[in-house]
């Protein structure tokens, strides 16, 4: 039997005991965060897929979420998944004609967008109205809906740079695969700290950020896309034993003179996706840090990470080996 991949979140941290752990770390602003734990987590998730349904979207219709705010991101997108709702991240930075190609493509029957420059037929709410909707507790328990072998959990749309933005579809069965790095090659224990600079509307994100954390019992460290914070910020003030992040990113840290590098040695490890780390990115990080960046590679279309380089057996010029 295939489980909905949110009933399998909520299963896991019951059978290991793990629902009154902290799952998100939400930083709001540079003074301000906040905890909530999976239990917290779940009811909130409920709430959210309740007023969905009052709104009547069902099982099979599509929405499209667009919030720069991460935690209601994350409860309405796993609030649609777990009664069968079918979300869409949106991409606030796809230019106005790939966004209503996308709709339009698409067919959600809700928005929850702050951009007004989407024309649609479609019902739309502003974020800041579907977060005010948030706070009205809806307490009626739902069955998770019933998947099977190929129903979408959401779709996701490819960033255009090869033509129009591209629907991919993934699968509740096909999620659980996001967890095989986390799990089995970094080795990462529940309760343990993640970040990840990826917005949640990129694949990269979502795969390694949410899913495959919150299948294993991590805590997923956030922040909301409008304000800007210093890496090694994060590190000091919440210690995540793992970042992910992409070449341009870490070179951008190497840049700031206002990073403290001191804070780069109490990481465990450094990630890094998107593009394969120029060998000489790889030396200047190593000199700086003294810690080196794994090189991963994954796709829009796998969600998860497919080739790794494995800790302690890093090869400069490589991307790692087949997970």
């Known amino acids: 039997m295939i489980l909905n991949i949110q009933q399998l979140i909520e299963d896991k941290a019951s059978i ?60 309405t997108f796993l609030g649609a998944i777990k009664v069968g709702i079918i979300p869409i991240p949106g991409n606030p930075e796809l230019n106005i004609k790939q966004k209503k190609h ?51 959990a959401f779709i996701i749309y490819s960033s255009g740079t090869t033509g129009k933005p591209k629907g991919i579809i993934h699968t509740h069965l096909s999620i659980q695969n996001t967890t095989y790095l986390h799990e089995k090659i970094l080795k990462l224990k529940p309760t343990e700290k993640i970040y990840t600079t990826s917005k949640l509307y990129f694949a990269y994100a979502l795969g390694n950020n949410l899913f495959a954390p919150f299948l294993l019992g991590l805590n997923s460290i956030f922040n909301d896309y409008s304000i800007n914070l210093k890496i090694t910020d994060i590190i000091k003030d919440y210690n995540p034993s793992c970042i992910f992040s992409v070449p341009t990113m870490y070179r951008r840290i190497l840049r700031n003179k206002k990073e403290n590098y001191k804070y780069l040695k109490k990481v465990k490890y450094f990630i890094s996706a998107g593009e394969r780390v120029p060998d000489k990115l790889y030396k200047e990080w190593y000199e700086s840090s003294k810690t080196t960046l794994l090189n991963c590679y994954g796709t829009t279309e796998t969600l998860a990470i497919v080739i790794a380089s494995r800790p302690k057996k890093e090869k400069i010029g490589s991307t790692g080996m087949p997970i």
């Open 102 to 152: 996308i709709i339009e493509n698409s067919s959600p029957k809700l928005i929850i967008s702050d951009d007004e420059k989407i024309y649609s037929p479609t019902k739309h709410i502003k974020t800041k109205i579907w977060k005010s909707v948030l706070s009205k507790n809806i307490t009626t328990s739902n069955n998770f809906y019933k998947p099977k072998c190929n129903t979408p």
């Open 16 to 75: 290991n005991h793990y629902e009154n752990e902290v799952a998100i770390t939400h930083i709001k602003n540079l003074k301000n965060s906040i905890q909530v734990t999976y239990s917290q987590l779940f009811t909130l998730i409920n709430n959210a897929s309740n007023h969905l349904i009052k709104l009547n979207i069902k099982n099979k219709d599509k929405i499209y979420i667009s919030s720069e705010d991460s935690l209601n991101f994350i409860i």
